[in-house]
């Protein structure tokens, strides 16, 4: 082993503690288990103690750590080649980038790479502006999540009081740009009361008023996660999608679709594919690069795209580690792994909807693929959110499950683990999410948390 690996491995829990002090993190949660390594579904901490991961490392390990597949293309094309400038062509960005469109749906076929998700969304803006005008206001839903730069965190409920407080982006609003928001059809809980269709009609007509009488200019570009992830895992109806589909066209606007999560996790390539509603731009990041760094954006061929004077430049945008990665990771949604996906995603939704009986806090089970979200309530009638929710999440360290939290009440628990999860796996995460949810709704005693695993209520898990 390499003498600088053999000292990072053997750092000691003193040494840990005291380098931490070094590490200035802005956002996800801290303090829980320091990890070590991990291989398929499942992680291990430094003091040895396994996990089955639900939250994939923010969604991104589609294929889980440590995929032998992966890491032997790694090994193969690290030997020849890493990083590329953005101005000097590559096989692999080529091939990627066909790959892509070859996927996408019709008349979308030109494939732009950045380095996140949130710069991926800055790319699908500035696409929008060169092609939409006169125009200013971008718009998004209630509870969006579409980043942290400057440029995109305005579109994030972050910057907002949706929590109930300012805190996150609102510190840095002096810097970033206004976005409009309009009602997203969240029909589990909404503020008129009304059956589901009623609902969407609503949000339509209001999108509508807002397009002709709220925006100076036309609406530059609509930015929607298909499922609003961040939100509490909020799976936009079909028919929604179609009236906003309809409004875009009619206001000479774009539908931007925001698929850094859906892409591939829903158990399709392509959100849009699966509700055949086609944007005009689809934005990838996360997952794409099977855990490497890598983002995309993919576009209309009616649009005007880049030019190469500087309009859409990053050092790192062309990294062919990460492009072969996610080559091989499509090849691999191909041969079983979407099955996999659509398969065991199905069959926890199911399981964890029958848990309900036992558990009516379950509120709410929110299922596409391997997409997840339990909301958790005090009661499935009133459905204020639980406070619990995070002591939950804290019980699943104990019994050895990494879960995430979402939704603007934090009362969302998060269940998505990597794509590759087999059915004895799936069976384990439904066991310890119900010692979880005993350990805290039904236990006589509440366990207090180590100090080693604790959470901050602000704390914000994308």
């Not at 790479?113 to 800055?122: H, K, S």
């Not at 939100?231 to 999608?241: D, E, M, S, T």
Request: hydrophobic letters at 35%; proline letters at 4%.
């Amino acid at each position: 082993m390499d003498a600088l690996l053999k000292k990072i491995y053997a750092l000691t829990d003193e040494q840990i503690k005291e380098y931490s002090q070094n590490v200035m993190l802005g956002g996800g949660s801290r303090g829980g288990p320091v990890l070590d390594h991990g291989k398929g579904v499942r992680v291990w901490d430094t003091t040895g103690r396994d996990y089955i991961d639900c939250t994939s490392q923010s969604w991104a390990l589609y294929l889980g750590y440590a995929n032998d597949t992966i890491n032997a293309v790694i090994r193969e094309h690290i030997e020849k080649m890493t990083h590329i400038h953005q101005g000097f062509d590559t096989k692999v960005r080529y091939y990627l980038a066909n790959k892509l469109a070859s996927l996408a749906p019709a008349g979308m076929s030109r494939v732009s790479f950045t380095v996140g998700g949130g710069p991926a969304i800055e790319a699908a803006m500035k696409i929008a502006f060169k092609n939409v005008q006169p125009s200013r206001e971008f718009v998004t839903l209630f509870d969006s999540y579409h980043g942290t730069t400057l440029g995109s965190m305005g579109a994030s409920w972050i910057s907002t009081k949706s929590a109930g407080k300012f805190f996150g982006g609102s510190r840095f609003l002096p810097l970033t740009r206004t976005f409009i928001r309009i009602p997203n059809p969240v029909t589990y809980r909404n503020p008129l009361g009304v059956d589901t269709e009623t609902y969407i009609d609503y949000c339509l007509t209001m999108t509508r008023e807002i397009f002709q009488r709220g925006i100076s200019g036309k609406p530059a570009g609509v930015i929607v996660e298909p499922i609003q992830a961040s939100a509490g895992q909020l799976i936009l109806p079909r028919r929604y999608l179609q009236g906003l589909r309809q409004l875009c066209d009619e206001f000479e606007t774009l539908l931007i679709y925001d698929e850094i999560q859906t892409f591939g996790r829903i158990g399709e390539t392509f959100a849009a594919n699966y509700f055949g509603v086609t944007p005009d731009i689809i934005v990838l990041g996360k997952g794409l690069g099977a855990g490497l760094p890598l983002a995309a954006i993919i576009i209309s061929d009616k649009l005007e795209g880049f030019q190469g004077d500087t309009e859409e430049l990053h050092t790192f945008a062309n990294p062919t580690l990460s492009m072969v990665t996610a080559s091989k990771q499509l090849e691999l949604f191909e041969n079983g792994v979407l099955r996999n996906c659509r398969e065991m995603g199905d069959y926890l939704g199911q399981k964890l909807s029958e848990m309900a009986a036992e558990y009516p806090e379950i509120g709410d089970v929110r299922q596409l693929g391997m997409h997840i979200g339990v909301e958790m309530v005090d009661d499935p009638e009133r459905k204020n959110p639980l406070k619990q929710a995070g002591e939950i999440r804290l019980a699943g360290f104990r019994n050895g499950l990494i879960l995430g939290t979402g939704g603007v009440r934090k009362n969302v628990l998060k269940i998505k683990p990597p794509l590759i999860i087999n059915k004895q796996e799936c069976d384990e995460v439904l066991e310890k999410f119900k010692a979880s949810l005993h350990d805290v709704l039904r236990g006589k005693s509440k366990a207090k948390c180590s100090g080693s695993v604790k959470q901050k209520n602000e704390s914000v898990l994308v």
